[in-house]
């Protein structure tokens, strides 16, 4: 599966101006070298040297089917670290489709999702880090989540890893030659107080990586806003208008919307992930019920809260409405939003505004878009990230599941430390530590774990 040699369309599905057909594996040359004829009739591909663009043409037999440039990487200076041949041509999808069944017809293989990549990484050309990053940055839509992808792609990640790992190794090596010597009770090599402040280093740091996370997810699969609020407030209105489309329904009818509706924006270049919910309300309706116990569990889950008030209630209500919904929520930021303002009075805004002193609202007509870009302003006030990143984020689940092993069995060492262990026992939990970094970048990996970060990239890379 390893040897053979692949060939894939790199570039999307659909006409364009051109498109770009990759193979590679040892004969990636040979094969590409028995279609691709050089303006002197000649095929010369072989003969090329490493990292050469060369125009010609596709033909077999007397069909000539596109006048291309072929682009030649020679091993182990290229992508897969492999030979690679890539041929631009005319972005027709007959062509594309053609010259993939006339490479096959040639001996080469179609490549499943992120082989090459996957051949990259068995290859040496880079860590499983950097590799699920290239799915990243492929899947990058907006800044944040671009920055994070590609200091990962530069080995951000890895190199974090690296660093943990040589302390962890250097901290081991000193509890061993303990151990080597443990008969000769007069000598003792590591001083445990300077082995104590090792390891809180190393926890440190990890503590601080898996804290990242909760900012990287938030990055990558959007910072979740719950919309909550009483029955025909106006929630899924906004939904629509925040997203705008009609994603869900609107209607004046109490109740309308029983499950939790979910849609991803980009506002100033964060990705906000908004849940419209099911309106609170107190029902006999069992289906309306599990909605709105969704609906709070949302809100408990959420970075931000848009907690929703109908601006035409009476002000006893609006009040109780008030306190019965944030008793609710967690520890998430809350932002009252009291809509429908086109239909009420000066003085009654005024009256509310009273009730609300220092707490962030906002008065909205969702119907009508007003107030959104207020909106669009406090929710990038209380996104609650910090767009430096400086420090390397984690955003991968995979990573932030390995740190958190890592984290468990630095406190145990931490522990054993504390209780005066021997070296011997200390050294299990180390090697557990040692384990799940290994996991992060690649070095120890199963083949089921590969096929699951590599079946999730597209065709092609
Ligand atoms: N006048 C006015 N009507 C609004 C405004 N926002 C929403 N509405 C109307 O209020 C009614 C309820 O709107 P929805 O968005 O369905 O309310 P909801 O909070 O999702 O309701 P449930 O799904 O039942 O919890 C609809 O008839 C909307 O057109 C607004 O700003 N002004
Ligand atoms: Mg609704």
New binding site residues.
Partial sequence: MTNDTICAISTPQGTGGIAVIRISGDKAITIADQLFYAPNGQHILTTLTANKAQYGQIKRADQTLDEVVATIFRAPHSYTGEDIVEIACHGSIYIQHTLLQWLIDCGCRLANPGEFTQRAFLNGKMDLTQAEAVADLIASENQAAHQIAIKQIKGGIRNEIQQLRDKLLHFTSLIELELDFADHEDLTFADRTELKQLISNIKQRLTQLTDSFQQGNAIKNGIPVAII?P????????LNQLLHEDK?I????????RDIIEDTITINNLLFRFI?T??IRHTQDTIENIGIERALQAAQKATIVLI?LDATMPLEVFQKTLEELKAEIGDAKQIILI?????IEQTKKEQIELQLQNITHLF?????AQGIDKLQQLLIDNSQINQDYQHATISNLRHYEALKRALQAITQVEQGLNDQLSGELLSLDLNDCLKALAEITGEISSQEVLNNIFSHFCIGK
């Fill in positions: 609020g029955t025909n407030a106006g929630k899924s209105t906004l869900a609107v209607s004046d009818i109490h109740g309308t919307t419209d099911a309106g929703m809509n429908k303002t086109d239909l909205i007509s969702a119907k009508s």
